[in-house]
């Protein structure tokens, strides 16, 4: 096809049809290979080395400073055994502070690399932790106090997979890259001169930072060439803010068979896929029939992450099958998840997610000032007219008479938890160990989306925003999504976690975490 035809054909087709993306375009053979993190395990002596360092990476026509685990951008993923001891050995090469968190796993507090886990710039850290959980995909990630957001936006974040015995026995598909492919889904944006752009402003502390640029495994639109049968994919949302919605694009289904915490009891079919940022499911999706397509993003009503080129479905990777055939396998039933305990007499604790009034305002008009009305398509518009009296007026430049200055507003503590931005020595309260308690989350007080995450657990979620959780978010998750309502879960700390290295729990979007929507608590 002549790249004429090619244009005026995909555009009358639209940018969303039952043709794959793939099969459109005339330079398919250019589009680059999924890249594939190195699976690292440990050594002889039960040691893993990782070197957080600075590097270069070309994302499509920019090439910017990046940062990485062992590498120039991202990490690898590192393979651990359910009941083995492992020895981490962190080496900070950036010239600034960074901190090595565990996103999902159950492990000590002093171990857990929340923001008391600083390694100074050119030191090292040594943390040794035995994973107890059942097998699951989940990522580690820096978590310095006020910077996450930037160190994540820098490329900082890898896979963590954990396997236990019961895993190994299902006929699912294992063939790391091949058939169990990792997938990171990231979104970027650039300056003029190609970097980065990076900014934890207004707008950013109060909708999240955001960019046009979408990236699987750090690179554009990538294709992955897989067997004829089914491929597993590990999905992580690992977007400073963006929640994403997977679907193919054809419209074949995707079947989840786990959350954050792990297997599900069986698969779950579904078409579309939400996702906040933090959150990890694996699906399996069928190939058999030899058709190419591709994985999309499909728009979410989330504020500010409708603006072009996401107010369409969007492209996340094209899938080419082989004629080689796969042999992994969707089955029935994966691993038994136990019913929910008994509720009663439960300690019940209660944490308000709140935004500073002025933050918000301001940052929606920063919104609509740089992006026009476009910023609020999709979102609920009934929600809106009740957000803490916004609702007369969305329109561009006539929201309110607040001093716009931001005079008076203090960034970093402009968003809190039952009344307090996060303050790093002092815990709000003592979890005991070995006990469930029902945590209620509320975000009643504005409608952002909060994908709220909490350390050192895997928790059941009771409900989700005031409905049942649908059946896939069922099973062991550690992040639940908060809107405007009320989520609540049941949650248990099997480890200790003193003052000194107190587990932490925040909104995952990470513009929140830093400007003060975080917790710290004991167990
Ligand atoms: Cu993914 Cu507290 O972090
Ligand atoms: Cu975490
Ligand atoms: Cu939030």
Not at 302 to 318: L, R, T, W, Y
Not at 340 to 354: I, M, N, V, Y
């Amino acid at each position: 096809m002549q790249r004429r035809d090619f244009l005026k054909y995909s555009a009358a087709l639209g940018a969303f049809s039952a043709l794959p993306l793939w099969s459109r375009s005339a330079f398919a053979a250019e589009r680059p290979a999924l890249p594939i993190p190195d699976l690292l395990e440990a050594d002889a002596q039960s040691r893993i080395r990782l070197t957080v360092q600075a590097g270069k990476t070309t994302f499509g026509k920019h090439t910017a400073t990046s940062w990485g685990y062992n590498g120039n951008l991202l990490g690898p993923a590192l393979k651990l055994q359910q009941g083995k001891q492992v020895n981490v050995e962190i080496r900070n090469q950036l010239s600034e502070e960074t901190t090595v968190h565990w996103h999902g796993l159950e492990v000590p507090g002093s171990v857990d690399g929340g923001p008391q886990g600083v390694i100074a710039p050119g030191k090292s850290r040594s943390v040794s932790f035995t994973p107890t959980q059942q097998a699951a995909t989940c990522w580690f990630h820096p978590h310095q106090h006020g910077k996450t957001g930037y160190q994540v936006a820098m490329g900082l974040a890898g896979l963590v997979l954990i396997e236990d015995p019961h895993s190994q026995q299902l006929l699912l598909p294992k063939s790391w890259g091949v058939d169990d492919v990792p997938v990171i889904v990231q979104d970027k944006k650039f300056t003029a001169d190609g970097e980065i752009d990076y900014q934890l402003d207004m707008m950013s502390a109060a909708v999240g930072w955001f960019g046009d640029t979408l990236l699987t495994n750090g690179a554009i639109y990538p294709r992955h060439a897989a067997p004829r049968g089914w491929l597993r994919l590990r999905l992580l949302n690992g977007c400073n803010a963006r929640s994403l919605n997977f679907a193919t694009s054809d419209k074949r289904p995707l079947y989840v068979i786990a959350s954050d915490g792990g297997l599900l009891a069986e698969p779950v079919a579904v078409t579309e896929l939400p996702m906040m940022p933090g959150e990890r499911f694996e699906v399996l999706v069928e190939t058999r029939d030899g058709k190419p397509f591709d994985i999309v993003t499909l728009p979410v009503s989330q504020m500010g992450m409708s603006i072009a080129p996401f107010d369409k479905p969007h492209p996340v990777m094209s899938i080419q099958p082989l004629r080689v055939v796969a042999s992994g396998m969707l089955p029935d039933k994966l691993v038994p998840v136990p019913a929910l305990p008994s509720l009663e007499g439960l300690t019940q604790r209660t944490l308000k997610l709140t935004m500073d009034p002025m933050l918000d305002q301001m940052g929606m008009q920063a919104l609509m000032d740089k992006y026009g009305a476009q910023a609020m398509d999709g979102m609920d518009h009934g929600a809106m007219m009740q957000h803490g009296g916004h609702g007369q007026g969305m329109n561009h430049g006539t929201m309110g008479s607040m001093d716009h200055s931001g005079h008076g507003l203090d960034l970093h503590h402009a968003n809190r938890i039952n009344g307090q931005a996060f303050a790093m020595d002092t815990p709000q309260f003592a979890a005991a160990r070995g006990q469930h308690e029902r945590w209620v989350i509320s975000g009643e007080g504005d409608m952002m989306l909060h994908p709220f995450h909490i350390h050192g657990t895997q928790f059941r979620i009771l409900s989700e925003n005031g409905k049942k959780p649908a059946a896939h978010r069922s099973g062991w998750k550690d992040t639940v999504k908060v809107e405007g309502g009320v989520s609540e879960v049941l949650v248990r700390f099997d480890h200790d976690a003193p003052e000194e290295s107190a587990y932490m729990a925040h909104c995952h979007l990470l513009e929140h975490e830093d400007t003060g929507m975080m917790l710290g608590f004991t167990v």
